[in-house]
């Protein structure tokens, strides 16, 4: 009778270890610098990424449960105009490249004539290719096609958390996320 309480504590045991063992933690490239200091980011996002945007923030709380999120949806170049305008904003996610160029000072004269200097150029990057506001496409869309985009992210240059808004980009283009964009239609940009 001992013997089999034995055998059964020590299979538990062994099970409990080999599920222990196989869990594979998450690589997810957010370090906080103050873990235990709490930060808002604001966000100015196309709406064409509502659904992708949302499930980022809510997956983005288990990582780093200090963090809030305040989304703006609106259209890119709207939003590019009131980052122009100096409304603050920690990352602005384009659904057009030409926004994001109107604001990155590393853009010639002809992209970015009134020579805004509002994004960290350094911290600008593709996340995904998808469908995007058919308004801004630069031809004429034959009936049933669909207008997709590059969307881009950014920090802007007026942010208080530099280092949260590209913390928070750099998730954006983990793999933690790329089923996200998946569910809503969206393919990752490969680098």
Known sequence: MKYKRFLA???????????TACKKEPEVP???????????????ASEELVGVMSDIVYRY????????????????????????AGTPCDIYVSDDVRFMDWLDQECDEEK?????????????????????????????LAEGEVYNTTFSAAVCRATALPYEAEQFIKFMLSE???????????????E
């Not at 235990?36 to 100015?44: K, N």
């Not at 288990?62 to 009131?82: F, H, M, Q």
């Not at 995904?128 to 801004?136: F, W």
Request: aromatic share 12%.
């Open 176 to 190: 933690e996320v790329n089923d996200i964009y998946e569910t809503y239609g969206f393919s990752r940009v490969e």
């Open 112 to 140: 970015n004539p009134n020579k805004n200097d509002k994004i960290v150029s350094e911290t600008r990057a593709d996340v995904a290719y998808g469908p995007g506001n058919e308004k801004y496409a630069e031809e004429e």
């Open 61 to 84: 709380s288990t990582y780093a449960p200090r963090a809030s999120v305040r989304i703006t949806y609106d259209e890119g170049a709207i939003l590019a105009a009131k980052i122009e």
């Open 9 to 19: 504590a020590l299979t538990a045991a062994v099970l409990l270890f080999a599920c």
């Open 30 to 44: 957010y370090y906080p610098a103050n873990p235990d200091e709490e930060f808002v980011l604001d966000i100015f």
